[in-house]
């Protein structure tokens, strides 16, 4: 006798979840992003409106939507606010987070930089050079480090790889403060010099050395954390 899997069918509330996403998809932000009120959506839907309030909890906590209440729900961009708001749960030591970051940075960022080159349109190569720009020609602590996550974002963007974006966006509180702890040791120069060197390297579409130039730079960054060592294990 042959035997097949049993293929597991989705709950309603999952079908509801996918059918919202599916939508909000389809619309592509030229909406005015906000879902129509839940009895409304619940007809069109052709459920009832428990199911349409627990799917839109569910999606709200995966950061796709946004429950305003008293006004109705809006789609909002927070896909990454779940593993973000985890890793201080997950790794409560600061130091230790920094230095889990530098080593998914590593395994990440050079391959968004290679993608890049080969990906990267002109509009994101454009996005690529503001950034620098900013980095370039501030002088605010603040607008630094905003200007170099700006530079890391296009640049997962550019790769072409919605995954890869979103991963970094999912980082990107524990980026911040690593850049925070990075530039009150040290200046902007040799990020700008660096970022410089892997915008280059995107341009001339050459993967290798766009590759090769973020591994640089991370180095230079681990280097500017200073982190103490790791405690080793009892």
């Not at 170099?148 to 999912?170: P, V, Y």
């Not at 990020?191 to 290798?208: C, F, G, W």
């Amino acid at each position: 006798m042959t035997f097949s899997s049993i293929k597991p069918q989705r709950s309603l509330v999952e079908e509801v979840c996918a059918r919202i996403a599916s939508e909000i998809r389809d619309e592509g932000g030229s909406s005015d992003g906000w879902l129509p009120p839940e009895r409304d959506l619940a007809l069109k839907l052709g459920v009832s409106r428990p199911v349409v309030r627990e799917a839109t909890k569910r999606l709200e906590m995966q950061g796709l939507l946004e429950v305003k209440h008293g006004v109705g729900t809006k789609v909002v961009d927070k896909l990454h606010k779940p593993l973000n708001g985890s890793l201080a749960l997950l790794i409560p030591d600061d130091a230790e987070r920094l230095r889990q970051l530098v080593q998914v940075r590593f395994m990440l960022e050079p391959e968004n930089a290679r993608l890049a080159a080969e990906n990267a349109t002109t509009a994101q190569i454009r996005k690529l050079r503001a950034a620098l720009k900013e980095l370039e020609t501030t002088t605010d602590f603040e607008t630094a480090v905003e200007a170099d996550m700006a530079f890391h974002r296009e640049l997962a963007a550019a790769s072409g790889n919605q995954i890869a974006t979103l991963l970094l966006h999912s980082l990107s509180e524990l980026l911040q403060a690593s850049l925070k702890h990075g530039y009150s040791r040290t200046s902007t120069a040799n990020a700008v010099r660096q970022h410089a060197a892997v915008l280059s390297a995107i341009e001339k579409r050459d993967p290798n050395a766009a590759a090769k130039a973020m591994r640089e730079h991370l180095l230079t960054a681990e280097t500017d954390l200073a982190l103490p060592k790791a405690k080793k294990a009892a």
